[in-house]
């Protein structure tokens, strides 16, 4: 048993999903639509219930930040179209929170697709990318003010923001806990924060258990509603609703993905994947276990 990676939480953690993998870090793929990987052990608190990585304990914030600035993801920039589809859908769910008037971060804007779509509609957008390969397609692209840097870099900046985006983001970092004591600090006083991710405790979740496809060598942590509560109030932060959100990929990334899933049927999902017209069609999938989540300051919701 050793202690939980929260500092604020006193639990112990123990194996919870083991996977029998021996892990060369500089081996893991941390493209963001890899589709070759081996799991990760994992983790769970046996206090606050928080799961996470093998890869969360063993590995330091800076190992993890150079992984990130070396991402080259040719399968996400294939998939644009897709992501343009998946973000405009996502936007028109949020929308209602944008004006004019507000400033926005994006912390991991990627290749820029859901930043180019924000911007036309807010005072001013930023992005926060480590990847350099991203960040530089973003600019190039689609014009966007984009920081090569880490969100604890850019808080020395001194910048305040009315809103705040992650899009499946928060599972990503070493260490969550700082980067939402980051974020308070820098979003203002009646500021916003949206954010993305999996919910660990959602029925297609638990009926997976160790073979939840989201289960992936750069998801550091997997969160529930409940423990994404707890940390958020630990960090002066308030979830105040929760958004069902989907999904939308290619027939040929759904097929790889489920190629994974499924071994056994490799050879069915391969053949299929060969009709080049289905290739491009675009599917939309919902297993209920992805959520949106809107979040404000606590001492703004006190005072109110």
Sequence with gaps: MKNCLNIKCRGNFKLLYDYGSNYNFEDINFDCTTTSYSKPKIY?????????????????NKKIEDKYNNVVDNIYINEIPQREKYFSNLYKKISYNFSKD?????????????????????????????????????????????????????SER??????????????????????????????RP????????????????????????????????????????????????KIIKIKNDSRVVSFYYLLNKLELIFPKFKFLFRYINKIKYLQKISINVNLFDLNIYFVKKNKSINSA
Excluded: R
């Design 44 to 60: 769970k608190c046996n206090i606050c219930e928080l799961k996470f990585s093998e890869l969360a304990v063993a590995l330091s």
């Design 102 to 154: 507000h400033t926005v971060l994006e912390v991991g804007s990627y290749y820029g697709v859901f930043g180019n779509i924000i911007k036309p509609n807010v005072k001013n957008y930023s992005g926060l990318e480590l990847s350099k390969h991203g960040s530089d397609y973003s600019k190039k692209n689609y014009n966007l003010e984009i920081f090569n840097e880490t969100i604890e870099e850019h």
């Design 158 to 187: 001194q910048v305040k923001y009315d809103i705040i985006i992650m899009a499946d983001v928060i599972e990503h970092f070493s260490n969550p806990f700082k980067m939402l004591e980051t974020i308070e600090k820098i979003l």
């Design 190 to 237: 009646d500021g916003l924060l949206i954010f993305t991710t999996f919910n660990m405790d959602s029925l297609y979740a638990k009926i997976s258990g160790k073979n939840y496809h989201w289960i992936l060598p750069m998801h550091l942590f997997y969160f529930s509603n409940k423990t994404l509560k707890n940390i958020c109030l630990e960090n002066n932060l």
